[in-house]
Nanobody, 118 residues
Framework: QVQLVESGGGLVQAGGSLRLSCAVS????????MGWFRQAPGKERELVAS???????YYADSVKGRFTISRDIAKNTVYLQMNSLKPEDTAVYYC????????????WGQGTQVTVSS
């Protein structure tokens, strides 16, 4: 059974940084596409960043140059380093297991809240 557990969210001032972690059990992160999604109040959940099994990365335009997705295969964990945070980055962040960057499983974590104050 696959389990994804996010951590690392919190309250930060604009311009600050946070690193989110997604610990995965039941699947090997190096063999799957892993993604970070976010959902702000009143908005649809959106893909923020992803990393394929081959290590190719994708970033939404809104976070390009500020966020970095990475993985630690030994720890079976995926990270999202978020720098230069903006109030519009405020959302619940989720990690998700995928088959490809356009075909995602129904395996989600519980989410971690990120709040950026101005």
């Amino acid at each position: 059974q696959v389990q994804l557990v996010e951590s690392g969210g919190g309250l930060v001032q604009a311009g600050g940084s946070l690193r989110l972690s997604c610990a995965v059990s039941g699947r090997t992160v190096s063999r799957w596409t892993m993604g970070w999604f976010r959902q702000a109040p009143g908005k649809e959940r959106e893909l923020v960043a992803s990393i394929t099994s081959g290590g190719s990365t994708y970033y939404a335009d809104s976070v390009k140059g500020r966020f970095t997705i990475s993985r630690d295969i030994a720890k079976n964990t995926v990270y999202l380093q978020m720098n230069s945070l903006k109030p519009e980055d405020t959302a619940v962040y989720y990690c998700r297991l995928g088959y490809t960057t356009t075909a995602w499983s129904n395996s989600w974590g519980q989410g971690t809240q990120v709040t950026v104050s101005s």
